[in-house]
């Protein structure tokens, strides 16, 4: 374990919510200028992007195998990182342009139009990713001897 003791956990936590928070202010002053200036497809596809950029490194440190201390490192640090940037990512960049997606439409289409993304596909994405989750856990066994197969 990287963290075995309670209070070192929570302190790295602590930490990770304030990176959270600190760099996503910095992302929202310059994803305005990244919106204004490359557009509204560049700030919808930058959180992708960086998922999955980074979730190489991430699955090849995990794949590479956590025997020894250094190699748990590497993987804490990459995954530390990756959703870092990820969530950053998400809450300046996405999901201000999925609300400007709405901005064309008039108020009935707005009203509807987000009651069936945010309800029905929040609905669908979360049935689905659980779907997919059992599916692994009956295959494999356990979440665990899972993993390879989703890196």
């Known amino acids: 374990k990287q963290y ?3 209070l070192d956990y929570q302190r ?3 930490n990770f919510s304030t990176a959270v ?4 202010m910095v992302v929202i ?4 200028h990244l919106i204004r200036i490359m557009g509204w497809r560049a700030g919808a596809l930058a959180t992708p992007i960086v998922m999955g950029v980074l979730a190489a490194p991430f699955f090849g440190s995990i794949l590479a195998g956590l ?3 250094r190699t748990l490192k590497i993987a804490v640090t ?6 870092l940037l990820s969530r950053t990512a998400k809450y300046a960049l996405f999901d201000p342009t999925t609300q400007m997606a709405y901005i ?3 108020e009935d289409s707005k009203v509807k139009g987000k009651a069936a993304i945010e309800v029905l596909g929040s609905r669908i994405g979360k049935s689905g990713g659980s779907f997919v989750q059992q599916g692994l ?3 494999f066994g356990s979440i665990i001897n899972a993993a390879p197969a989703l890196a």
């Open 4 to 6: 075995p003791d309670p």
């Open 12 to 14: 790295f936590m602590g």
């Open 21 to 24: 928070g600190a760099s996503t």
């Open 29 to 32: 002053v310059l994803g305005v």
């Open 67 to 69: 025997d020894s201390p």
């Open 78 to 83: 990459c995954g530390t990182i990756q959703t």
């Open 104 to 106: 064309p439409l008039d």
């Open 137 to 139: 856990v009956l295959l």
